[in-house]
């Protein structure tokens, strides 16, 4: 029989449901042959302690997310110190979660609804640095869409927040992510957390 793994997200906010491509990635990263269930979505209220004490799931891991915007990283992680559940995953992108699907031009054309426009996404290396992860993003994704004008770019505009969500969707694998320490902390806490580390093959 299978492995079957069920996960929640408990986020800052609806569009960070981006995320949950590059969860269920990881998971497979992990382990390919466990079947992920449809994951359980939260919006978090107040604290992250304050949230995770009172919060009640079924789901097997909790993946809390937290953008470390004008924070460092391990500034962010400290949230979670005080929280003793052995199911929860820190998913702590810098600055925010858009900054981890700006690395794939291809994906960001499709999302757009121009799959051959050319998009100039900045370097890896760089992403961390942009101040407003976001704000670039919906940029891009209005220049590949050949930056409609009139009713065309309003309507455009108003699609923005799915296309965002919709960017993450389109890409297939999120290695490159690899080389950021942020997602390598994120990788080694799910791998730390995973219910089925003593079905897993050791290297």
Do not use: C
């Not at 969500?165 to 791998?191: K, N």
């Amino acid at each position: 029989m299978s492995r079957q793994l069920t996960f929640a997200v408990v986020a800052d906010g609806k569009t960070d449901r981006l995320l949950v491509p590059i969860i269920e990635w990881a998971i497979h990263r992990l382990d390919p042959e466990v079947e992920i269930l449809e994951p359980e979505f939260r919006r978090r209220s107040g604290s992250v302690a304050e949230f995770l004490n009172a919060y009640d799931s079924s789901a097997m891991l909790i993946f809390v997310h937290r953008d470390a915007e004008n924070r460092l990283l391990d500034d962010r992680l400290t949230e979670f110190e005080s929280v003793s559940r052995i199911d929860v995953v820190p998913v702590i992108p810098v600055r925010m979660s858009e900054a981890w699907i700006l690395f794939d031009e291809s994906a960001i054309a499709r999302a757009a609804g121009s799959p051959s426009a050319k998009v100039s996404a900045p370097r890896l290396s760089e992403i961390e640095g942009i101040a407003d992860p976001k704000d670039l993003l919906e940029r891009l994704l209005f220049e590949a869409a050949g930056s409609p004008s009139g009713r065309r770019g309003k309507v455009f505009r108003r699609s923005l927040v799915e296309r965002r969500v919709s960017v993450a969707g389109h890409i297939g694998d999120f290695r490159p992510l690899e080389s950021l320490r942020a997602f390598q902390r994120f990788q080694s806490a799910l791998a730390e957390r995973y219910p089925y580390s003593a079905n897993l093959q050791q290297p």
